[in-house]
């Protein structure tokens, strides 16, 4: 077996991928950019490379370094992750031709899937099933219309370079096939410098299922089942599961029959996935083939019982694939939810900063794969993707129930994150009856995401929940002013909830042994048992029996509790202080209408309109770049430019003020 090997990559698959190595006996190397210096990845592996600035295109893209680094440390075969260099045929290339092994497919199997319109006509040549539509390049949007019309209304038209959701225009009318044309034909020049499309039907709700594929060099190619992976926001996925809740076994076996088929074709020698987009009738369409490891492969390793990187060191050896397709069982199911530094509640715009809290959760069927660490810094250059969440049941309500409770028990501060709106996704009925589609969070969520809201019930137990925190709170200040052993005393409370005007709730609470408490709100008592002590940030709790687990931030006389994607700000105070609270005159927040406000932290890029300027609603204002994208911030209103407040190249925190009207 190999004894030392390179990880070109960062982040949570450079430690997924270690953690197989160092328990297979391999030494592992890790390379890093400067932003990464003190990265987790680098924590993890035996040696570390510095191989270049923060910029993947000065590090992690940068092949004849990468290459320079395995020579340097003695690495015999490298890892390539997913995404930078993994689907680079210049890199196995690179590779092939200084001895060094390439953990992934042969150079030949990455160029013929590495173009959309190549890789759909050799699935079709392979029997494959492809979606109906027009297999050539397009010249212009005259032409665009003339095949979208043979083909039938509505298209999606897509660069041939494509990947990322990236060049794809769904077109519902020659004016539409016209404009997105001329758009995706720009995007995929400006992102993957080929501007070559093609145009295909649009399927309808349809889903999307994926087929793991895994090959070894002596011709053996076998499936181990599929993932679903239709909840997506802008083609990009967000939950992964497997085995898909719509699959029968006749259609699992076609597809993966059709899957292996597409591998053998091109010689296909590792892990590679084939994706496919399925529609009401089951009937399936190839979409195309991912030769790499892939974000959600541990949702198949849950229910195989496989560990695919050690397979694909294994097969990238030369060893023969140790199972046959017979051997290839499906158990349970395993639910994965990326969790991401971004903001939900304003549009998903990244965040940036450091992880000031970090706290996964832990417990059976609970697996957190990550590159992070309390105190880490989510910087700007790279995915924000903070972890993947898997969590693994009997089945696929016991999945769900875990994935609930353990984004419930997931504590992550100092930056924005999407776990409330992992959390929310977990709530829908839509979710737990498996009725999915990649439409699915566009149709559930048609505004964006404002926030989950709590039932009655749910609303109930937190204001429960936080007079008991504050009784232990309480009784905890008055033990240490008194000495210990204060009996607990019954007490009445006010629990002012949320922002101004709040609403005020009346709660009585019993205290028992134990951690026991009798807690009455509008004549209703609930009894809950709790080992809580002030300070710390889960709170566990059995309320009439059923486990609960939620978190509480406290910051002074303010409890903000955390519960199935909502936040909760609470105050418990006594009868009296709560009934003159109500007497308090209520602030208004500053008018900020005046002010164009960075929306995230980033850079300035420029600004298109100047001092004294009069501006029409929906005219470009600025240009703010995170995590890449470049942001066009427009005038939500008429209005005339009073003072410009940032220039150009300046970095911006959120909120601050770029623009000043009159
Ligand atoms: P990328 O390589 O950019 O990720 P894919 O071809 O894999 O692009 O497509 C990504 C997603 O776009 C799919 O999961 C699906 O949701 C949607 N999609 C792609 N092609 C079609 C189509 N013909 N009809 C409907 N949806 C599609």
Redesign the pocket.
Known sequence: MFKKILIANRGEIACRVMRTAKRMGIKTVAVHSDADAMALHVREADEAVAIGGSAAAESYLKIERIVEACKQTGAEAVHPGYGFLSENRAFAAALEEAGIAFIGPGTHAIAAMGD?IESKKLAKAAGVST?P?YMGVIADGDEAVKIAREIGYPV?I?ASA???????RLAKNDAEAKEGFRSATNEARSSFGDDRVFI?????E?R?IEIQVLGDAHGNVIYLGERE??I?RR???VIEEAPSPFLDAATRAAMGAQAVALAKAVEYKSAGTV?F?VDRDRNF?F??MNTRLQVEHPVTEEVTGLDLVELMIRVAYGEKLPITQADVKLKGHAIEARVYAEDPLRGFVPSIGRLTRYRPPEGQGVRVDTGVYEGAEITMFYDPMIAKLVTYGADRKDATHRMAQALDAFAIRGVNHNIGFLAAIMGRERFTSGRLS?DFIATEFPDGFQGAALSRDEADQLVSIAAVAQHRITTRDLGAASGPHKPAVPADWTVLVGPPPRARREVHVVPGADGTYAVTLDGHTRQILTQWAPGVGLFEAKIDGVGITLQIDRAGAVLTLFRSGAATEMRVVSHAVGALTGLMPVKTPPDLSKFLLSPMPGLLVSVAVAEGQDVKAGEELAVVEAMKMENVLRAERDGKVKKIAASPRESLAVDQVIIEFE
């Open positions: 959309k979606v539509g999606m897509k494509g990947g990322g959701g990236k060049g794809m295909e039907k649009y399927i309808e349809p999307h992976c239709s997506q083609h990009q996925k994706e987009i369409y979409l195309e990649t």
